[in-house]
């Protein structure tokens, strides 16, 4: 019985600790997406936020974020992998920012261009 009480305290605190999400701080949604075969690599291509490797895109992949609002850096890396010839460049590609608002969808693809790998611009297609 003893035991059972203190168990009890201790889940109860442990919930009391914990820190609480706020409804009221909205967030935007970002969608990055490798579907189109516009990049001519096997390779696996590294998404990084502010300077973070959040993400790692295979050709036909895409993958989203719940970020909060404000300005972001994007910056697109080719990532060393399993396939032959993915080895990443010396120089930090350039980056882009964006800034998102609350309650934006945006929706971004990898494309190539005469300096490299840069986001454009997607339609939602809902």
């Known amino acids: 019985m003893r035991w059972s009480f203190f168990a009890l305290a201790g889940l109860m605190s442990l919930s009391a600790a914990a820190p609480l999400a706020s409804a009221a701080e909205d967030y ?3 969608i990055i997406s490798r579907e189109r075969l516009e990049v001519s690599t096997n390779c ?7 300077d973070q490797l959040a993400g790692r895109l295979f050709q036909e992949q895409s993958t989203s ?5 404000g300005n972001l850096s994007l910056r697109l890396k080719l990532l060393p992998g399993q396939a032959p010839g993915c080895q990443p460049g010396l120089l930090a590609p350039p980056a ?4 998102l608002k609350v309650g ?5 693809r990898i494309a190539q ?11 939602l297609d809902y």
């Open 65 to 69: 974020f719940n970020l909060p609002a």
């Open 96 to 99: 882009q920012n964006i800034t």
């Open 44 to 50: 696996e291509i590294g998404l990084y936020l502010n």
């Open 113 to 123: 261009g005469p300096d490299g790998m840069y986001l454009k611009a997607a339609a």
């Open 104 to 108: 934006d969808v945006r929706k971004l």
């Open 28 to 30: 935007a949604v970002l």
